[in-house]
């Protein structure tokens, strides 16, 4: 990863092609467009339950400071779509939900920064989903995922990047940033692929 602009903005390149797919991902893009049925967001929500509960059952392995210094807790998201699942009717069936074998385990504090870009950068478009969602009658008890953080999200999302940048002049930290937020995407890209029938398996 070549030095010079900030870490933000090189993760911003290196990831644009995954990120670019992942908006034409049909059930994101039937979300953000308010055109999904009740069964495809059940299935939609089934299938992140399954990558975020898997990638939040590291989060206590995280370097304890790192995990204090951005609140690393407070950003599970899996409580939050179990909670959507359980408003949507698919409360019986979550213990039973299969979950990502490949979801990112990172072991150093820039392998959680890279993982996280790609967690924490899709609560910003969430905001623009949640509001679909709300056109099409789903309540906030139906959303809680979509509106992660709540009027916290651009403050944890600063404090995320603060911390960050603190990398963003150390080549070999800013290389394990890059191909941890690569792997995080290209894990979650290949699992959201079977979304289709999820929340009814």
Not at 66 to 83: G, K, P, V
Not at 103 to 109: D, G, L, T, V
Not at 161 to 180: K, M, Q, Y
């Amino acid at each position: 990863m070549r030095l010079g602009t900030d870490l933000r903005s090189r993760l911003r390149v290196a990831t644009q092609d995954a990120h670019g797919r992942m908006h034409l991902h049909p059930g994101f893009r039937a979300a953000a467009a308010g055109s999904l049925t009740l069964a495809e967001y059940r299935d939609l929500l089934a299938r992140l339950f399954g990558f975020h509960e898997a990638f939040d059952a590291a989060f206590p392995s995280a370097p304890a400071a790192f995990a204090r210094a951005i609140d690393l807790h407070a950003r599970s998201r899996s409580e939050a779509l179990a909670q959507d699942l359980a408003a949507l009717g698919v409360a019986p069936r979550i213990p039973a939900l299969p979950l990502c074998a490949t979801a990112p385990r990172p072991k150093s504090e820039p392998q959680w920064l890279g993982a996280l870009y790609v967690t924490e950068g899709s609560t910003l478009g969430g905001a623009q989903i949640a509001r679909a969602l709300e056109a099409l009658g789903i309540g906030e008890d139906g959303r809680r995922f979509f509106t992660a953080y709540g009027d916290l999200r651009s403050a944890m999302w600063r404090l995320f990047l603060a911390r960050l940048e603190t990398w963003a002049e150390d080549p070999e930290a800013s290389a394990e940033v890059e191909a941890s937020a690569l792997a995080a995407f290209e894990s979650f890209e290949v699992w959201m692929r079977d979304w289709a029938g999820a929340a009814e398996r």
